[in-house]
């Protein structure tokens, strides 16, 4: 359920109508910008979104992966997940995306005679767009069924969980760390492969974050004895 492609429908389509009607960010259309207030504004109100969005999206689709390989099993599992994100990652990439793109280049400027010369450019590349969540999501959830399966011998799929109040601040300098060791080569807005790795440390720590939070037996509250 919640690693479906739709399961991002929530607020990024807040983010993507930001973006076009004045926020910093890339999309496939631009509207007329609003004003310097405007731009500010919704600039301010993406950045917000960002900062944990898409990490409680990773968490969420990694909270519920360990409940699906353990129903499904090994072999049933990697097939669901490659039919319900393979599939429309595919199809969205092969036959739609171009066209997408071609109508971005032909609207931000580029003008209407450079539609089909940008589709047929597009067309030979791999740009999932708004799919890349779907993408990685994949690529986390074959790296858990391979974890699984050629894993330490009897890698428990339920594990004791403790999060103290040191420990959680630790886990959160830890990953602003490692998030701003990260920037310093791939900066916010840089794309390696239509990806931008600078938000990269949080997805995957958050989808591991999700992963034990379920083989922890369902983690409730936070007090000063720790989270258990």
Known sequence: MFDHPVAAVGIAPARDVAITYGANGSWYYIENRGGITTEALLTVLVAALQFFFMGLFFAIAGYFTPMAFDRKGARRFLADRLRRLGIPLVVFTVAVSQFLEAFKTATSGGGWGQFWPSWRQHLAGWAPGPLWFVETLLVFSLGYAVWRQFGPVGAPTRVTCVFTWRRLLSFIGGLALVSFLVRLRYPIGAEV????????????????????????????????????
């Open 193 to 228: 492969q239509h990806l931008q790795l600078a938000f990269y440390p949080q997805y995957i720590t958050m989808f591991v974050v999700g992963v034990l939070a379920f083989t922890g037996r369902r983690p409730r509250s936070l007090s000063r004895k720790g989270w258990s």
